[in-house]
């Protein structure tokens, strides 16, 4: 009889139904953030709006292009994956999915299918967009800086506003001023919130040898950086309302920066693991109410 026992993680990963473990490795919870931020920059462009199911597409191929990427960082960091308590239940990482080369080529596949609809049915400038935002975080963050800088994030943020200035190119390939400014955010707003969760699971890091910031420069001095990036993140949020954006994106930009500061304040003051998880969730409180105040400003348009 085997007695071995599996740690919890592994366990439930491998008992979960098989719709479940495939529909993880694409990371769809990300995707869909990812393709709120692009339906964001189409919404804060002056220009008109696509027919809607251009909309609709673009917004599809947003959120496969980022399944895409996400299954591939699963695919590629499956070995480290099992070193850390956070990932070691991933389905590749755990072995609930055998990483051949079949999952490569549908990666690929489903990268090529959003990138070339998205060139046919909208423009070419979108197009590049929604592949530069994939490339970004897949072989740029991923395979290129992860392991070997604690800036991996900072650059690989730019995935995240690629995905902004995606959705502007599809109403105006000359992407204006707002929608530059709120991929501005964008970039600015993926340090401090990955920092927050890299600050509460330092150790896993340290353990999977990926030099994150709390890893290369302590807990307390990498809280101190996480606060000193989300005022500046704050700060660069409201710009768009000096160049156009309606009220309620002042409102959100307001309410949802002091919401962030507030934690990230504490997490500097006293940087324990409970006050960078709340800091971490703040900062997708701040990114959400920041596009629902973009949505309620185009809605009034």
Do not use: C
């Amino acid at each position: 009889m085997n007695t071995t026992r599996l740690p919890v993680s592994v366990a439930a990963a491998a008992a979960a139904p098989r719709w479940r473990t495939v529909a993880s490795v694409f990371k769809m919870r990300i995707g869909v953030l990812i393709m709120l931020t692009a339906l964001a920059g189409l919404a804060i462009s002056p220009a008109p709006a696509p027919a809607p199911w251009q909309v609709l597409l673009m917004a599809l191929a947003v959120l496969v292009a980022s399944a895409s990427a996400g299954a591939f960082n699963q695919f590629v960091e499956a070995g480290s994956d099992r070193l850390m308590k956070r990932t070691r239940g991933r389905a590749f990482a755990s072995g609930a999915l055998h990483a051949g080369p079949g999952w490569m080529a549908l990666i690929v596949a489903l990268l090529a299918l959003a990138v070339g609809a998205t060139w046919l049915a909208i423009n070419g400038v979108a197009a590049t967009f929604l592949f530069l935002g994939a490339f970004t975080y897949a072989v740029v963050y991923t395979l290129a800086l992860k392991r070997r800088t604690w800036l991996n994030i900072v650059f690989g943020g730019l995935s995240g506003s690629f995905a902004v200035l995606t959705g502007a190119a599809a109403a105006d390939p000359a992407i204006g001023t707002l929608p530059m400014l709120l991929a501005l955010v964008l970039f600015l707003w993926t340090p401090p919130h990955f920092w927050s969760l890299a600050i509460a699971n330092r150790d896993d890091y340290a353990a999977a040898g990926v030099p994150m910031l709390p890893v290369v420069m302590g807990v307390p001095r990498a809280a101190r950086i996480v606060h000193a990036n989300t005022v500046l993140l704050v700060a660069a949020s409201l710009l768009p309302a000096l160049f156009g954006a309606g009220p309620a994106y002042l409102v959100a930009a307001l309410l949802g920066g002091a919401h962030f500061l507030r934690h990230t304040r504490r997490l500097a003051r006293d940087p324990q693991r409970a006050h960078a998880m709340r800091a971490f969730f703040a900062s997708m409180v701040q990114l959400a109410v920041l596009v629902a105040g973009v949505a309620v400003d185009a809605a009034l348009r």
